[in-house]
């Protein structure tokens, strides 16, 4: 019961500590495993570990086969809830580079992992390429710590995300796939029996994945699950889908919950959100039990086994030669530089799915006396904890000394999509800003994106904006909504990160009508608030521009769009087309000149008031 309630405690411990230092939660659960599992071995009187995950006549936590189930099961989970991030509508718009990653890309690794594997350790083909195929994945729980706080060009955040997105489920695929072949082989790997089972597996685990991914969405779609039974219920279907298919087809199970996670996070579901809220929850408390019981695990002669040069020589390999290799052909003829081609081929942290699968993997095959399956576990886990680390400590200089690493922030991000705010981010966009737009209310959201706007649903009370590493060019922060509160609780929560050359929102009408209680974060001018923005942004749509002499014409300017209705400053727009944003304190126009341009909202300036 101690070491039970320990494992829970330390891993979220963990999870705390991964959060605060802005860490992959993985590299502190692997290092308390480590350190409560083999390395504990060493130093106790008994020669036993602080926490020993199978039962071994004295002490132990799973008897048997115990842990192979409950690892089996909670990989499930974990895939499924994987699964359902996968949208092929965002496959299909993500870009040719992302496309070859996940394929051109998977394919090099794939092969030159177990290339590699094969001739330095001396390994079979079979175990070399099911090494290969458990590396594959990298993952967004490793990838977005790392880039979080890094500022980089959006094009590089975007690929790094969303191969980390799409690989996952592709990664654990071929894993599957690859140690099936092994297991229904039997030394007999391509005869025609083998071949057969083979696909039995394939038929049974797409066939129960596909058929049950519909049944639940029909279920959930009519109502006939209550609501508060949603998420127990997903969690049930998901456990029965994959214990099913296992019995019709050994090792199948895995299979079909990627398959029907995929499904069903590609039907339009209500509750979408809350059932990937829950699933994400169990798979954080999950991921702490799983990877303290697996690293604590592994003994202290598999470490021995990979505790020479060879295995120095496999990271180097697969971290310098395979994964820079394959970027650098899944990139050719792309839009990327060859340093923003260098740093993806740096960044490529193993996570989750690799160290949970090859666990699983490499218990069952040296319980059938697989040649090499001893060299399965500890080698990933080397592979998990050796890229993770890496990437951690050095992705920040290494931006920085390659010249990625974005000095000043430009992108905008704007709280609140309602139609001024999309005219508005519309005028940045066309001015080559990158404006990124976020709204708890999803008709917002659908408005702004199909008027070619990047906006994504967010509730900014949630810790979920954080997770965006596609803003890790962010700036600068707007907070246009209706509601005051949110407005100030935007920028409080958010100006360090997203607001560090500027922060703004906009004013209450009480603020308005009270001189004395005007913020220094206030917008625009001295009289706007959200009302008069949408009245402005109903009666006159457009965004205009007005050349300036210098910054008396400024000035004077400024005074008529007070004292009009109808008019509302937005931003200064210099000779260079930087865009400045203009504030209700905004009194510095000694360095206004000619060539400048005022860009305002509503109805336009009278020519004479123009030239004035």
Not at 40 to 65: H, R
Not at 182 to 199: D, H, K, N, R, W
Not at 361 to 390: C, D, H, N, R
Not at 568 to 585: C, R, V
């Amino acid at each position: 019961m101690i070491a039970l309630a320990g494992i829970i405690i330390l891993g979220i411990i963990a999870q705390w500590v991964a959060w605060r230092l802005k860490l992959p939660a993985i590299l502190p659960l692997i290092l308390i495993g480590l350190l409560v599992g083999p390395i504990a071995s060493i130093y106790t009187e008994d020669g036993y570990k602080l926490i020993e995950p199978i039962w071994n006549g004295e002490k132990g936590l799973f008897p048997g086969e115990g842990l192979y189930y409950f690892v089996s099961l909670a990989i499930s989970i974990i895939l499924f809830e994987g699964g359902l991030t996968l949208k092929l509508s965002e496959i299909k718009n993500v870009g040719s580079v992302i496309t070859k990653l996940i394929t051109v890309g998977s394919l090099v690794t794939f092969l030159g992992a177990g290339i590699a594997a094969h001739y330095i350790f001396d390994l079979s083909w079979q175990i070399s390429f099911l090494f290969s195929a458990l590396i594959i994945v990298t993952g967004p729980t490793v990838i977005t710590p790392i880039l979080r706080n890094i500022p980089l060009k959006k094009d590089i955040s975007t690929v790094l995300k969303w191969e980390g997105i799409l690989i996952d489920p592709i990664g654990a695929l071929a894993a599957v796939l690859v140690y099936e072949f092994i297991s229904v082989g039997e030394g007999q790997a391509y005869t025609l029996p083998a071949l057969m089972e083979f696909g039995k597996i394939l038929l049974f685990g797409f066939t129960f994945g596909f058929t049950f991914a519909h049944a639940l969405t029909f279920l959930i779609k009519k109502s006939f699950i209550p609501h508060y039974l949603l998420n127990v219920v997903s969690l049930s279907a998901v456990l029965l889908v994959f214990v099913m298919s296992d019995v019709f087809a050994h090792e199948s199970g895995l299979l079909a919950v990627v398959v029907m996670g995929m499904v069903m996070g590609n039907t339009n579901l209500p509750n979408i959100k809350e059932l990937l809220y829950f699933k994400e929850s169990l798979s954080i408390l999950l991921i702490s039990i799983l990877f303290i019981l697996l690293a604590a695990n592994i003994n202290i002669s598999d470490l021995e086994l990979i505790f020479n040069w060879k295995t120095a020589a496999l990271f180097a390999i697969i971290v310098f030669v395979v994964r820079p290799l394959g970027v650098f052909i899944s990139a050719a003829n792309s839009n990327l530089s060859f340093n923003e081609k260098i740093f993806i081929g740096w960044v490529g942290p193993r996570g989750i799915v690799a160290a949970g699968i090859a666990s699983l993997f490499g218990s069952k095959l040296l319980q059938v006396g697989e040649p090499g399956a001893a060299y399965i576990t500890p080698l990933v886990f080397m592979i998990v904890l050796g890229t993770v680390l890496l990437n951690a400590t050095t992705a920040r200089r290494f931006a920085k000394l390659i010249g990625v690493f974005l000095t000043k922030s430009e992108g905008i991000l704007i709280v609140g999509a309602s139609e001024f705010s999309i005219l508005i981010a519309d005028y940045l966009q066309k001015n080559n800003r990158h404006v990124v737009l976020v709204d708890n209310n999803q008709n917002n959201i659908d408005k702004a994106k199909n008027n070619g706007l990047e906006a994504f649903t967010a509730d900014i009370y949630s810790d979920s904006l954080e997770d965006h590493i596609e803003l890790s060019d962010i700036g600068y922060l707007l907070s246009l909504t209706a509601n005051v509160d949110i407005n100030k609780y935007a920028i409080e929560k958010f100006k360090k990160q997203f607001g560090e050359n500027g922060s703004f929102r906009l004013l209450s009408t009480e603020e308005v009508n009270t001189p004395e209680m005007m913020p220094k974060e206030a917008l625009f001018s001295h009289t706007d608030d959200f009302i008069k923005l949408t009245e402005v942004a109903r009666k006159n749509p457009i965004v205009h521009e007005v050349d300036l002499k210098d910054g008396e014409h400024y000035g004077a300017l400024i005074e008529i769009t007070k004292a009009d209705p109808d008019m509302i400053p937005l931003f200064l727009k210099t000779p260079s087309g930087d865009i400045k944003i203009i504030s209700a304190f905004s009194t510095d126009f000694a360095d206004i000149k000619e060539g400048y341009k005022l860009a305002y909202l509503g109805k336009p300036f009278p020519s004479d008031t123009e030239n004035k």
